[in-house]
């Protein structure tokens, strides 16, 4: 991701705002105005887009009218708190917006608030998940580098997911958090809401179950997602289980590679292939260490989304299986059933090739590595006996 | 019988061991160089075939056996014996065939043979044996003496004692080896007849005690000196290998999980199914392929390790010298101060405190008769002694000689050894990462399908 220096101009243009969500207020002045330009042209940010998504995103039949990328993350101390903004980008053609670029700043909150203001609108839908509040198993130090990298890639993702949804996408709050300078004036409920419904509505449903008959549907996807809740669980496990014993590895190696060098102190003849040995177990570290690095940053993150998917899609199944509108629920939620799994098997896919290459490269790179080392040993000897024809 | 295939043709050079044909070019290049430069005289192994006993006859450590018998103290025990053959190698050349002659030997009676080398030959770097107990283990179950691997790499590194031996310039003219290799009854008998084991037990006790030497060759301290820390720096070496080794395994076994979810996953998907199913079968072949892998590595650390334990051999090189030279100078300083009291009793005039000078002193001189018979019985210690010191400055004169030659030897042996180990080490790497391609490669392929 590239890192523009673009001041956005937060100081000058305050909105009015109407309180009915319904009325799409804004003014002119919440684009650019500080006349700076984007060294991005469109064709250049789908470019970037392609890297994080898959082609076949797009052969849903609509062009892509909308391009988003979340960047930039900067830390902003106040009295009160330390967080982190992220810069938000939009690039649209699309007739409902007023500019064709916008660029605002985030925070995780504001996510939070954007994703439950969907989930509230369109029960039914699925919605994809945010990463999570806190961070997990104390794999990562909260506001590490790490951490905000990998959180600022899975909020493009959301972005992005949503943006594609042929749904979501034209919802007025998530336009509202794409171009709003401000957004606070516009957050009336807070993220917690939601959840605290889910669960009032979750223990009626244990009490009502079996009474009504749920429709067949229904009931193979409950059970569709609770097996791929457990599975995608699973391969997340294995992956962190892999990453684990990767780590461990490269530290042994670390270790193994002086011990040549030590014993080439000690020779004459032997010094140099000694080193060159320790060189070699070297350079297969480094690559070791980036391939640790891929697996997660890029594969562990989607698998970890994906296990957040099946618990709230769990949650959403059981809560719709309730509702009275069972029809109507049941088409939208249909529709929006074979869109999901179409990204999952997507993402899913996109991830796995993009380790598999991975792996094939780290090979690749260290194979190279021990050819060459091949090659400097082999050449010694015919030298020699060059030399003794001579004499 | 390919073992034998592999003996043959490594039959001409000093250097005796198993190998891929590919280092056969990398061993013949460098034998022309080696007789250069060294002093032709002592390093005669290449001039001619049959020079050395392993050039007149076939040597191979063909199986291992397990037998149970009866052992010194009636208890019942279980051990391997290995199966020595040999041919005569001018049967071979001409084309014949001829079934070789065998007979079964026990490692304890390797180590009766070591031993009694290197008693017998204290200045050479004697050629040491593979390790009595599985160290520098990787996984627990190669640390068992029964495991197959294990008696399998034992067999090798027995053979491989046998080659070295066999083509060494000086201990391949050994009757006992020869009886070792031909006899299999009355053997242990011969050796013990030899005597050596008194000499060992006192070699031992000098080997441990601890003396100091005036003036010992400077580069026999330096070899000492670079002999422990060559067995310093071999073990870390073996260590982290082992350590990283077993990670690797973790690594790569790990991997075999995703085999057993993705079978499970792709039942319950439409889609992804086939292509979800394929990728975990070579998933389950990626976890399986570490166990060769690793095998394989272990012959890598058996060849350091044989170093390891050639360090050793080369401190007790250098700590015989040490003892020799020790002795000399002892010898001479007895001489001395004996030469020193004949002066003494000569001329009456005392240069050092004795006693016997104090009692003089004090309760008067000897007699002349006694002075005359302590002057004579010193003359005949001066004598012997003279004759003791001449000995010994043969002894440690011909014995750094002689070891000198052969460490040079080793030197050059080592370099060559360990650089073709390195270079093997790189040869499976490359290998592995062949393997690695291909799984992920194939992986790759099925993801696509998903």
């Known amino acids: 991701m590239s890192e523009h220096t673009v001041p956005a101009d937060l100081s000058g243009h305050m909105l009015d705002l109407d309180e009915d969500e319904d009325l799409e207020v804004f003014s002119k002045s919440t684009s650019l105005a500080d006349g700076s330009s984007m060294p991005n042209s469109p064709s250049s940010m789908v470019n970037q887009y392609r890297l994080e998504e898959d082609d ?19 830390s902003h101390v106040t009295a009160i708190e330390t967080f982190i903004m992220y810069r938000v980008l939009t690039k649209t053609t699309r007739s409902e917006f007023d500019s064709c670029e916008y660029e605002v700043h985030r925070r995780y909150q504001d996510f939070l608030w954007l994703r439950s203001k969907l989930e509230e609108n369109y029960p039914t839908l699925i919605i994809h998940p945010l990463p999570e509040k806190f961070v997990m198993k104390g794999m990562v130090e909260r506001f590490s580098n790490d951490f905000i990298e ?24 998530f336009k509202v958090f794409l171009t709003a300078q401000e957004l606070a004036p516009h957050r009336k409920q807070s993220a917690g809401f939601l959840s605290r419904m889910g669960e009032t509505v979750r223990a009626v449903a244990n009490s009502v179950r079996g009474l009504s008959s749920r429709p067949e549907e229904f009931t193979l996807m409950q059970e569709y997602l609770e097996n791929f809740s ?17 780590r461990e590895y490269l530290d042994e190696l670390k270790q193994y590679s002086p011990t040549y060098v030590q014993w080439a102190g000690l020779e004459g003849e032997l010094a140099e292939p000694l080193k060159d ?34 618990e709230t899609l769990k ?11 069972v029809e109507m629920a049941n088409n939208a939620l249909k529709g929006d059933w074979s869109h999901w799994q179409n990204s999952m098997r997507t993402d899913l896919k996109s991830a796995f090739i993009s380790t598999a290459e991975k792996n094939v490269e780290y090979y690749e790179k260290c194979l190279a590595v021990w050819e060459l080392f091949l090659l400097s040993q082999r050449v010694e000897p015919r030298k020699e006996l060059d030399e003794e024809d001579v004499s | ?58 040597i191979c450590v063909a199986e291992a056996e397990k037998r149970s018998g009866k052992n010194a103290v009636n208890m019942q025990e279980t051990f391997t014996v290995y199966l020595i053959e040999t041919r005569p190698m001018d049967a071979v050349a001409d084309g014949r065939n001829p079934a070789p002659d065998s007979l079964w030997r026990r490692y304890s009676e390797f180590e009766l043979l070591r031993n009694y080398l290197i008693v017998t030959y204290p200045y050479i770097v004697v050629p040491p044996l593979p390790e009595k107990r599985a160290e520098f283990v990787w996984h627990k179950l190669s640390a068992d003496n ?52 008194a000499k060992a037990d006192s070699w031992l006790r000098a080997l441990s005690a601890t003396f100091r030497v005036r003036n010992p060759d400077k580069r026999f301290m330096e070899m000492k000196q670079y002999s422990d820390e060559l067995q310093s720096h071999a073990s870390q070496l073996l260590r982290a290998r082992a350590k990283v080794a077993d990670r690797l395994y973790g690594v790569y076994k790990v991997h075999g999980n995703y085999g057993r979810v993705f079978s499970e996953w792709s039942a319950i998907e439409r889609e992804m199914g086939d292509g979800l199913q394929s990728a975990g079968h070579h998933m389950d072949a990626y976890a399986a392929s570490i166990d060769d892998i690793l095998e394989e590595e272990e012959h890598y650390a058996d060849q ?147």
Request: hydrophobic share 35%.
């Open chain 2, 146 to 197: 029964m495991d197959p691997d294990f008696v399998e790499r034992r067999r090798v590194g027995l053979e491989n004692f046998l080659l070295r031996v066999a083509s060494h310039p000086v201990l391949s003219n050994d009757k006992i080896l020869y009886h070792f290799l031909t006899e299999e009854q009355g053997w242990k008998e011969v050796v013990y007849e030899t005597g050596f084991q």
């Open chain 2, 304 to 450: 350091l390790k044989e170093y390891l334990f050639y360090a050793e051999a080369l401190r007790a090189v250098c700590r015989k010298h040490e003892l020799t030279q020790f002795e000399l100078e002892m010898a001479s300083q007895d001489l001395i101060s004996k030469k020193q009291q004949r002066e003494e009793l000569a001329t009456g005039i005392v240069r050092t405190f004795s006693f016997k000078g104090m009692t003089n002193k004090l309760f008067g001189q000897e007699a002349p008769e006694q002075r005359e018979a302590r002057l004579k019985l010193l003359e005949e210690l001066i004598v012997e002694g003279e004759e003791a010191v001449k000995e010994k400055t043969v002894e440690c004169e011909e014995h750094v000689e002689r070891a000198w030659v052969d460490m040079q030897r080793f030197k050059e042996q080592k370099d060559k050894d360990l650089r073709e180990a390195l270079i093997n080490f790189a040869v499976m790497q490359i290998s592995m990462c062949k393997k690695g391609i291909q799984v992920w490669s194939n992986a790759k392929e099925c993801f696509l399908k998903m």
């Open chain 1, 277 to 310: 040995v320790a060189s070699c177990v070297e350079r297969c570290s480094k690559e070791t260490e980036e391939q640790i690095q891929h697996l997660s940053q890029v594969l562990l993150p989607i698998l970890h989304e994906y296990v957040l998917c099946g």
């Open chain 2, 1 to 58: 019988m390919t073992l034998c295939a592999c003996v043959l043709a490594h039959q001409t050079h000093q250097e005796e061991k198993m190998s891929e044909d590919g280092r056969e070019e990398l061993v013949g290049t460098d034998d022309d160089s080696e007789n250069m430069a060294v002093d032709g005289s002592l390093n005669n192994t290449m001039v001619e075939e049959g020079c050395t006993l392993l050039g007149r006859m076939e």
């Open chain 1, 315 to 325: 949650m959403q199944v059981e809560v719709d299986g309730l509702a009275d509108r």
């Open chain 1, 56 to 74: 076949e995103e797009q052969q849903n039949g609509n062009t892509k009218d909308i391009f988003i990328t979340v960047d930039n993350p900067e």
């Open chain 1, 230 to 246: 457990n599975k995608i669980c699973s391969v997340n496990k294995v992956t962190q289980r892999v990453i684990k014993e990767q």
């Open chain 1, 150 to 173: 990998t959180r600022r890639k899975a909020l493009h993702r959301f972005l992005n997911k949503i943006s594609e949804h042929p749904i979501l996408s034209y919802n007025q709050h």
